[in-house]
C-alpha cells in the first residue's frame, strides 16, 4: 500500500520556464510533509517542507502547495534551471514525528 | 557542521556473509535513523534511535537485520547471513528533536552489493 505516490517518473522542462512536481498521499495522519532533491551517488539533500496547518511555503526559487482536502502538494521551481536537474522525492511524517514516507521519486530534467 | 557520514560507502559481498555498516550523525542530533532504498524508489524506513534508544524496530526486514547506537551518537546497522536481495542503498539521517521542523538530514548512503 503506497501511501505516497508521485505519479510522474520523469519530468522535462526548459530552462527559465516554471517546473511543477506533484505528489498524492492517502494517510490522514500526515502532518508534516517534505521535498528531497537527489543527485547520483549522493544521499537526498533537504529542500523545503510545508506543516499541514499551512498550505503554501515559500523559499527563493521553490515553492511547496498543499491541498489537504485533495491529498495533493506540489512543488514548484520558477525560473529552473539546469543545476536542478535531479531526482525529486516527496516525503510525508506522521503526527508521531519519526519515520518518514518517501515517494518513489520524479527524476526532473531541464535543458538549457 | 560535517554532515551525517556513512562507512563504508560500498560493500561487496558473497551470500550468507554478516556486514556491518557505520553512520555517524551531525552532532549534537540527538535522532538517528535508518532507511534502505533500491533502485527506482524512495528510501524505507527502518528504524531510528533517540539518543541511544531504539524506539521503533518493527520496520527492520527481518531479524536478520540489527541496529545499534551505544552511545547516543554513531549508529552501525549489521545485517547477518546476508541474501541477494538485501543488495540496496542503506541510508542514514539525523535530526534534532525540536518542536516543529525536526528536518532529517540524510547522509550519502552505503551501497551493498551480495554476490
Known amino acids: 500500500d503506497q501511501q505516497v505516490k508521485q505519479n510522474s517518473p520523469s519530468l522535462s522542462v526548459q530552462e527559465g520556464r516554471i517546473s511543477i512536481l506533484n505528489c498524492d498521499y492517502t494517510?490522514?495522519?500526515?502532518?508534516?510533509f517534505l521535498w528531497y532533491k537527489k543527485y547520483p551517488a549522493e544521499g537526498p539533500t533537504f529542500l523545503i517542507s510545508i506543516s499541514s496547518i499551512k498550505d503554501k511555503n515559500e523559499d527563493g526559487r521553490f515553492t511547496v502547495f498543499l491541498n489537504k482536502s485533495a491529498k495533493h502538494l506540489s512543488l514548484h521551481i520558477v525560473p529552473s534551471q539546469p543545476g536542478d536537474s535531479a531526482v525529486y522525492f516527496c516525503a510525508a511524517r506522521n503526527n508521531a514525528g519519526n519515520m518518514l514516507t518517501f515517494g518513489g521519486g520524479t527524476r526532473l530534467m531541464v535543458k538549457p | 557542521d560535517t554532515g551525517v557520514s556513512q562507512d563504508p560507502r560500498h560493500k561487496i559481498t558473497k551470500r550468507g556473509q554478516n556486514v556491518t555498516f557505520r553512520c555517524d550523525p551531525i552532532s549534537e542530533h540527538n535522532r538517528l535513523y535508518w532507511y534502505r532504498q533500491t533502485l527506482g524508489q524512495g528510501p524505507e524506513f527502518l528504524t531510528y534511535f533517540q539518543n541511544e534508544a531504539q524506539l521503533e524496530k518493527s520496520r527492520l526486514l527481518s531479524d536478520r537485520f540489527s541496529a545499534e547506537r551505544p552511545k547516543g551518537s554513531f549508529s552501525t546497522l549489521e545485517i547477518q547471513r546476508t541474501e541477494q536481495g538485501d543488495s540496496a542503498m542503506y541510508l542514514c539521517?539525523?535530526?534534532?528533536?525540536?518542536?516543529?521542523?525536526?528536518?532529517?538530514?540524510f547522509g550519502a548512503g552505503t551501497r551493498l552489493s551480495v554476490l
Open positions: 539521517a539525523s535530526s534534532l528533536l525540536t518542536s516543529g521542523r525536526n528536518i532529517q538530514y
Open positions: 494517510n490522514s495522519m500526515f502532518d508534516y
